[in-house]
T-cell receptor, first 113, second 120 residues
């Protein structure tokens, strides 16, 4: 059972455009929602994260929008650059317990010059 | 920031042999380490949770006798793929969480750079 659903599977954006990736979850016990960026042959690297008491978090060109009532959150990449081309994973974590991450299925982003 | 080192980055082995992958937390003590497996163009699949000084907890469908996990110290966990078969070929990634009560406990999970295992 996929705890976190992610879309789209792949995304092509023109340089300078906005990339938007969406995720949805069911379990309201999740309390931490990070986004990871992964380049080929590398491990995931934390990009930005949000907790459910905040509706938006911005770090540079990256913004997370969080809708607690809809149980959805999204990543917006402003002014997308070719160097942003990577696979992006959303994830969710419980407040208690093993504390492991439940990952979305990933979005392969390609930013074309 | 927290750094997790994984070694080796790539390994090729013959069918039937065993391969050991190391995961080290370089600048913090990790009570818990997680081992993931990732197939090409797929998401990360949690294999097991490794707690220092105790037996690992394996996810459903993961053979504990095939994927041996040892977490003997607060900075090192190892995954040994025993009697490897070609279908074990995959990208294996570890991540680590710090000691409860320290700043690294509630911090985001940090990942190693992964190990590409190819079994011929």
């Amino acid at each position: 059972q996929q705890q976190v659903k992610q879309s789209p599977q792949s995304l092509i954006v023109q340089k300078g455009g906005i990339s938007i990736i969406n995720c949805a979850y069911e379990n309201t016990a999740f309390d931490y929602f990070p986004w990871y960026q992964q380049f080929p042959g590398k491990g995931p690297a934390l990009l930005i994260a949000i907790r459910p008491d905040v509706s938006e978090k911005k770090e540079g060109r990256f913004t997370i929008s969080f809708n607690k009532s809809a149980k959805q959150f999204s990543l917006h990449i402003m002014d997308s650059q070719p160097g942003d081309s990577a696979t992006y994973f959303c994830a969710a974590r419980f407040q208690t317990g093993a504390n492991n991450l439940f990952f979305g299925t990933g979005t392969r982003l390609t930013v074309i010059p | 920031g927290a750094v997790v080192s994984q070694h080796p980055s790539r390994v090729i082995c013959k069918s039937g042999t065993s391969v050991k992958i190391e995961c080290r937390s370089l600048d913090f003590q990790a009570t818990t380490m997680f081992w993931y497996r990732q197939f090409p163009k797929k998401s990360l699949m949690l294999m097991a949770t490794s707690n220092e000084g105790s037996k690992a907890t394996y996810e459903q469908g993961v053979e504990k006798d095939k994927f041996l996990i040892n977490h003997a110290s607060l900075t090192l966990s190892t995954l040994t793929v025993t009697s490897a078969h070609p279908e074990d070929s995959s990208f294996y990634i570890c991540s680590a969480r710090g000691v409860q009560g320290t700043s690294s406990y509630n911090s985001p999970l940090h990942f190693g750079n992964g190990t590409r295992l190819t079994v011929t």
